[in-house]
């Protein structure tokens, strides 16, 4: 009998794939086992890559026809929808075939299908040609999440879909109804908006992007709507169906919508389907999700998870800190994640981005803060690019002043958020951001700027 291998991971999402190269850099001798034929996850084939992708390029579309005649450039824009899947696709290949390389370079032993627990350290791994089954000492789930259902709507992948048929809709809607205003329905509603269809966002909530700061969701909802994103608030879908010629859907006390395709983007939930959790004692919680201890141990001893399938923000990096702190701990007896220094960001334009802290859980704890906040229309940069819209606003403790929160709408919102994000790591004060040179001109001095505004010294206020 070969010898076991020391760990097995399940799921090649960019928690699994990181935690396999992470655990083999200390020496493990690890086995990948993945479902699908391209590596990367949900990240890779049908989430963060594929729609930054589209947003890139709907942007660009979008300036060519309403951002260049103010920089006294004309130019006539035509669209080449299929050329543009085209470009997304590719982008998803040649990363794709990146992961593969880096397989091949950390000798992590490849395994195509389809795994299932038949022990908790034997996993049968099911693929077209058969099955097989393989011992490993331990074993990491990080199968992930897919998409949620809403109950009354048919998902049919036509017209009534979601974010992964949404990334490849062969022509523009003429309207598309997007029900959910959280980071799925805004950045594919802002792609097929800028593409020129009308887009109706349905929400539940009386607001967009619940869970982050009110004040920068509501500036967010400002400028979207602004760009034509039609909102109706505080609305329930209850039901969508494909009618003969597009869909109909139904809402709660108010007229039904007719349009010709829908996205439903409502969230995801853990996927465990399959796994054999039962065949190992491994029961869920009341979300579908795989409880762990703080070192991502489950309630069986050797079985971990990490990622979309255990509690916390569905976010790509947090899954990849996970799995990597999941094995360093394995393998050295060390291994942390600061959930209070996860960023997160919507890519839409402006973009809108966070980290820490927001005034409203700061309100709720009842810790007393210093709020400073400064506007992008001040900065020669955002004024040179053309995109003046948003803010950057700076929470600091009220005693110590040291950073809580940061939170940003505005132009490249997902990159300034890296500095906060480092603050928070260390620990910084208001005024370390203050007193840090910051280079001119740069969208990065709005960020200096609130951090000085939280002091009252701004000097461009
Ligand atoms: P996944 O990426 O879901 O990977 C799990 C893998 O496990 C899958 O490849 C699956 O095939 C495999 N698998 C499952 N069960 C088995 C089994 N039994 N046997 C073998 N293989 C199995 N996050 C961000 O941070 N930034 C973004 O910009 C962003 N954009 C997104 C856009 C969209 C449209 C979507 C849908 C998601 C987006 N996300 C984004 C969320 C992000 O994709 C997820 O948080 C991330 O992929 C989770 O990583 P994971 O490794 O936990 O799981
Ligand atoms: P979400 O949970 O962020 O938003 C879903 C929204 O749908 C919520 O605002 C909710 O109130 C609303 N909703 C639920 N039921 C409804 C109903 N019956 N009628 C009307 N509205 C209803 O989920 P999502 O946008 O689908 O994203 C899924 C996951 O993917 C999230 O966890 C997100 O973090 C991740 N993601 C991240 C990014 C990013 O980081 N840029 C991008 C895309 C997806």
């Given at each position: 009998m070969t010898e076991p291998y020391d760990l097995l991971v399940i799921g090649a999402g960019p928690g699994g794939y990181e935690a396999a190269i992470r655990a083999a850099q200390l020496g493990l001798k690890v086995a990948l086992v993945e479902k699908e034929k391209v590596l990367g996850g949900t990240c890779l084939r049908v989430g963060c890559i594929p729609s930054k992708a589209l947003l890139e390029s709907s942007e660009l579309f979008h300036e060519a026809q309403h951002g260049f005649s103010a920089h006294g450039i004309t130019a006539e824009a035509r669209l080449d929808l299929a050329k543009m899947l085209a470009r997304k696709e590719s982008i998803v290949a040649g990363l794709a075939r990146g992961i593969d390389g880096l397989m091949k370079k950390n000798k992590i032993t490849r395994l195509s299908g389809h795994a299932r627990f038949v022990a908790p350290t034997r996993i049968a791994v099911r693929a077209a040609d058969g099955e097989s089954e393989h011992e490993a000492r331990r074993v990491l789930i990080a199968t992930g999440s897919k998409v949620a259902s809403l109950k009354g709507v048919d998902i049919d992948g036509e017209r009534i879909v979601t974010s992964t048929e949404a990334l490849s809709f062969a022509s523009v809607p003429q309207h598309l109804v997007v029900i959910g205003a959280g980071a799925i329905g805004l950045e594919l509603g802002s792609v097929w908006a800028r593409l020129g269809a009308k887009v109706t966002v349905l929400e539940y909530l009386d607001r967009i992007l619940a869970g982050m700061d009110t004040e920068i969701a509501a500036d967010a909802h400002k400028a979207l709507a602004k760009q034509g994103l039609a909102f109706q608030l505080g609305v329930r879908v209850t039901g969508a169906r494909a009618a003969q010629t597009g869909a109909?859907?139904?809402?709660?006390?108010?007229?039904?919508?007719?349009?010709?395709?829908?996205?439903?983007?409502?969230?995801?939930?853990?996927?465990?389907?399959?796994?054999?959790?039962?065949?190992?004692?491994?029961?869920?919680?009341?979300?579908?999700?795989?409880?762990?201890?703080?070192?991502?141990?489950?309630?069986?001893?050797?079985?971990?998870?990490?990622?979309?399938?255990?509690?916390?923000?569905?976010?790509?990096?947090?899954?990849?800190?996970?799995?990597?702190?999941?094995?360093?701990?394995?393998?050295?007896?060390?291994?942390?994640?600061?959930?209070?220094?996860?960023?997160?960001?919507?890519?839409?334009?402006?973009?809108?981005?966070?980290?820490?802290?927001?005034?409203?859980?700061?309100k709720a704890a009842g810790r007393a803060y210093r709020k400073g906040a400064f506007p992008f229309m001040a900065n020669g940069r955002a004024k040179a690019l053309g995109h003046t819209e948003g803010k950057v606003k700076v929470l600091a403790d009220a005693q110590t002043d040291r950073v809580l929160g940061v939170h940003i709408v505005g132009p490249r919102a997902g990159d300034l958020i890296a500095e906060a994000v480092a603050a928070i790591e260390f620990g910084a004060s208001s005024e370390d951001i203050a007193r840090t040179c910051h280079a001119h001109p740069t969208l990065a001095e709005v960020l200096k700027e609130a951090a000085l505004t939280v002091d009252g010294r701004a000097i461009h206020l």
């Open positions: 109909i859907v139904d809402i709660e006390g108010k007229p039904s919508l007719e349009c010709d395709r829908v996205l439903v983007a409502v969230g995801r939930s853990p996927y465990t389907e399959g796994l054999g959790l039962d065949a190992i004692g491994l029961a869920l919680d009341n979300r579908g999700r795989i409880p762990v201890n703080a070192h991502f141990e489950t309630s069986v001893p050797n079985v971990y998870a990490i990622g979309d399938v255990i509690a916390g923000p569905m976010l790509a990096h947090k899954a990849s800190e996970e799995g990597v702190a999941c094995v360093e701990r394995i393998a050295t007896g060390h291994g942390h994640v600061n959930y209070d220094a996860i960023p997160s960001v919507v890519y839409t334009a402006p973009e809108v981005a966070s980290v820490g802290k927001n005034e409203e859980e700061l």
